[in-house]
Nanobody
């Protein structure tokens, strides 16, 4: 069973930076380990639906971003450490949300939350104006 644990959230002023981490352990139902499954970051603000932020394929060669974070956020992974990161720069108040990492039991990267099978507990990011 896959377990995902996020860290790195906090309170930051607009224009500041944060780096989120997501440590993964375990295997998917089909037996995949971290180095072979794609990872995604999503976020959910109060009163809003969960939305896609960024995703990365198993090798780290391909990354995908929501338009709202392109150029400001960077997703990366370290397969030796079983960890995926989200570097967030030039933060805005509208980035305030609970951020979740997720993975799916498949090779392909997806930008819809329904495609993901395993989720972390989330970490709060608050950006003050």
């Amino acid at each position: 069973q896959v377990q995902l644990v996020e860290s790195g959230g906090g309170l930051v002023q607009a224009g500041g930076s944060l780096r989120l981490s997501c440590a993964a352990s375990g295997r998917t139902r089909s037996g995949r380990t971290f180095s072979s499954y794609p990872m995604g970051w999503f976020r959910q603000a109060p009163g809003k639906e969960r939305e896609f932020v960024a995703a990365i394929n198993w090798s780290g060669d391909n990354t995908y971003y929501a338009d709202s974070v392109k150029g400001r956020f960077t997703i990366s992974r370290d397969n030796a450490k079983n960890t995926v990161y989200l570097q967030m720069n030039s933060l805005k108040p509208e980035d305030t949300a609970v951020y979740y990492c997720a993975t799916r039991d498949g090779l392909g990267v997806r930008d819809n939350s329904s495609a993901y099978d395993y989720w972390g507990q989330g970490t709060q990011v608050t950006v003050s104006s």
